[in-house]
């Protein structure tokens, strides 16, 4: 089952860095971005998790909170997020349940090798536990500067 927009998201719970296990209904009230990327310590994850660094207290202001997702283990998360300055969780998904959830699993191509991995993907899930926007196939530049434009207008409803 893949979600589809305007749908609430089930209860899920998920292993996080700073020791912590973070479960949707503990967070309502709060806006959540989840970020979907391939791997840590790669040039375009890197760059998107400095972007929402860079903009983290802006996603704050909006009433939102900013999860990185990847199926990397807490260990590796832990030293990304620390090397990076990331002053938000990294949820390791090592067994795929968020993946899945959100259908962000597809057939890659790299130097002509075909594999199934994480396509860049962002989800923004209202107060209420709902689904709001979605963003698949995400290309960095500008990203976060959309994903921030969508969580503040949807705090204003």
Not at 121 to 133: A, E, K, M, N, Y
Request: net charge negative.
């Amino acid at each position: 089952m893949t979600l589809e927009l305007d749908q609430s998201v089930p209860p899920f719970q998920a292993q996080a860095t700073g020791d912590r296990q973070i479960s949707l209904e503990a967070l309502r009230g709060r806006q959540v971005v989840l970020y979907f990327y391939p791997k840590d310590n790669t040039p375009g994850c890197t760059t998107e998790g400095q972007d929402f660094r860079d903009r983290h207290d802006d996603f704050l202001v909006a009433n939102t909170l900013v999860f990185g997702v990847s199926r990397d283990s807490l260990r590796t998360h832990e030293n990304f997020k620390a090397k990076q300055g990331f002053p938000f969780e990294l949820i390791s998904d090592k067994d795929e349940q968020l993946c899945q959830l959100f259908g962000v699993i597809k057939l890659k191509k790299l130097y002509g090798k075909e594999y199934m991995g994480v396509d860049r993907s962002t989800f923004l899930i209202d107060r209420d536990g709902v689904l709001r926007h979605e963003w698949r196939g995400v290309k960095v530049p500008g990203h976060v500067d959309q994903v921030l434009q969508a969580a503040q207008a949807l705090q204003q409803q």
